[in-house]
Nanobody
Framework: QVQLVESGGGLVQPGDSLKLLCATT?????????MGWYRQAPGKQRELVAS???????NYADSVKGRFTISRDNAEHTVDLQMSSLKPEDTATYYC??????????????????WGQGTQVTVSS
């Protein structure tokens, strides 16, 4: 019922910038508390890159602080990730994540975690 759709991945050179976008679709009214981006490189565990609550509180992985910026539109249920000064170690599949509460009959249901299908980011010269 709730889908997250990512876009914006691609192949870039070290030092380049790239912006990832994530849009949410739902047949029902929803409320989203936390939205963020995770990544998973081959042979490694999925890790948090950046997240933002509906109140604007952000959380960044140490490895991306100062280079990546997360932003979201609460009304449109979208979240973006602006990535700058990209490094080869940023190469991974990037996944959008959202903690979503569906509104049913005017009542907010428990939050459920949803994931996008992933978008590939490759940083290579």
């Amino acid at each position: 019922q709730v889908q997250l759709v990512e876009s914006g991945g691609g192949l870039v050179q070290p030092g380049d910038s790239l912006k990832l976008l994530c849009a949410t679709t739902s047949r029902s009214a929803i409320s989203i508390y936390d939205m963020g981006w995770y990544r998973q490189a081959p042979g490694k565990q999925r890790e948090l890159v950046a997240s933002m609550t509906s109140g604007g509180k952000t959380n960044y992985a140490d490895s991306v602080k100062g280079r990546f910026t997360i932003s979201r539109d609460n009304a449109e249920h979208t979240v973006d990730l602006q990535m700058s000064s990209l490094k080869p170690e940023d190469t991974a599949t990037y996944y959008c994540n959202a903690e979503v509460s569906t509104i049913v009959g005017g009542m907010a249901q428990p939050y459920v975690s949803y994931w996008g299908q992933g978008t590939q980011v490759t940083v290579s010269s």
